[in-house]
């Protein structure tokens, strides 16, 4: 899909984005101890990484399933070997181009045939909203819980005037959609519809044990894929820091203005690990190692698109 690659503005957002990427890392390279990071990523622990890669691999598969339960719900029928084909693809398109939602969007319109685009975006949609929201809320009760708590884990002001805001607007959502709901109109029935769709895939009686369990199961395996990637570099980080550090770490990515996240995730890494006791330098290498295991366990999802270019060659 080719989702504005002929538009010059498309273009130059791209290049602003790859361009924002480099300046961040090189700035945090000579800002955070460049060469420590690397003699830290060179004495990686294999034993580590490889744990890491196993529980980003889980972790995708898992969020295939979670994407063909969720579609399903809304009429799409497909195989759970075309799921895991499709995700790895769209992982490999977002990894590539800026922006972090164009293979995504690609999956979307691939799966439209037997409910209509609409239907299929709101099931990628979804599936991806379902697992922000788990590790939100995992982040937000680890603060609750931490907060203020003898012995647990310390929330500097800065931090905490950057997670107080963001938890009270995400907390809030659910409170604006609801009141949505009492505009008249076009507005409420498209609001009617769109909540009917959410509930019938995620939050009805006998879908939403599901969706608890796959949604426990890939954030488990993406915040430990990070904390594995920060013991494989020196850091050991405690259970209360992988659940209330590492999400806001991760949550950076969401931001559009580099390309995956690499530079902004960085940053954040290299801010809070001295929360938890670490050197600057030594979130910089974590998260690099996690930017590098992930690029590796999206390699296997090449091998259809090879496949596929072998046989229209013949």
Not at 158 to 179: D, K, N, Q
Request: glycine share 10%; with cysteine.
């Amino acid at each position: 899909m080719n989702i504005g690659t002929r538009r010059p503005g498309g273009r130059l957002i791209r290049a602003l984005q790859v361009m924002v990427s480099l300046a961040l890392l090189a700035v945090l390279w000579r800002a955070v101890g460049g060469q420590d990071a690397l003699r830290s990523l060179a004495a990686a622990d294999p034993r580590w990484l490889a744990l890491a890669f196993v529980a980003l691999s889980l972790q995708t598969l898992l969020s295939a399933v979670r994407w063909r339960v969720t579609a399903q719900r809304l009429g799409q029928r497909f195989t759970l070997c075309r799921a895991v084909s499709e995700y790895y693809l769209s992982q490999i398109v977002n990894q590539s181009l800026p922006g972090g939602m164009v293979g995504d969007v690609g999956r979307a319109v691939r799966a439209r045939h037997q409910a209509g685009l609409m239907r299929a975006t709101q099931g990628v949609i979804f599936e991806r909203l379902s697992g922000q929201v788990v590790i939100f809320l995992i982040m937000a009760t680890t603060f609750a819980v931490t907060y203020g708590m003898q012995g647990g884990l310390y929330w500097p002001l800065w931090v905490r005037s950057i997670i107080v805001p963001f938890i009270l607007i995400g907390l809030a959502a659910p409170v604006v959609f609801w009141l949505g709901g009492l505009l008249p109109g076009p507005q409420r029935r498209a609001l009617d519809s769109l909540w009917s769709a959410l509930h019938r895939s995620l939050l009805a009686r006998d879908v939403l044990p599901f969706q608890i369990v796959l949604g426990l199961a890939t954030a488990t395996c993406t915040l430990s894929a990070f904390a594995f990637c920060a013991r494989a570099t020196g850091t050991d980080l405690s259970l209360a820091e992988v659940l209330g550090i590492v999400p806001l770490i991760l949550f950076t990515m969401l931001i559009p203005i580099s390309v995956s996240g690499w530079g902004l995730r960085e940053g954040a890494a290299a801010a809070l690990f001295p929360v938890a006791g670490a050197a600057a330098s030594a979130g910089l290498a974590a998260s690099i190692a996690y930017g590098l295991i992930f690029v590796t366990v999206l390699l296997p999802g090449l091998l259809p698109l090879v496949k596929n270019r072998r046989s229209r060659a013949h």
